[in-house]
């Protein structure tokens, strides 16, 4: 028993450990939805790793 985990109509598995092995045989999926979790929290890789450019660093 369980609620059914999904993600963009796309069902997982009923219960958490369903979930987690869905997401184990399916790499594919779980990296869209890792990264779709990044994006809206703001944790993109590219803009946490961008130096500001010369010019910001002095202006303040």
Known sequence: SG???SYDSQRLGQGR???KTFL????EA???IE???RENAGL???R?????DDNEAGEA
């Open 44 to 46: 993109i890789a590219e």
């Open 17 to 19: 450990e369903n979930a």
């Open 48 to 52: 946490i790793l961008d130096a500001p």
């Open 30 to 32: 779980a990296q869209r």
């Open 24 to 27: 184990k045989q399916n790499p």
């Open 3 to 5: 609620a059914w985990f």
């Open 35 to 37: 990264q779709a979790i």
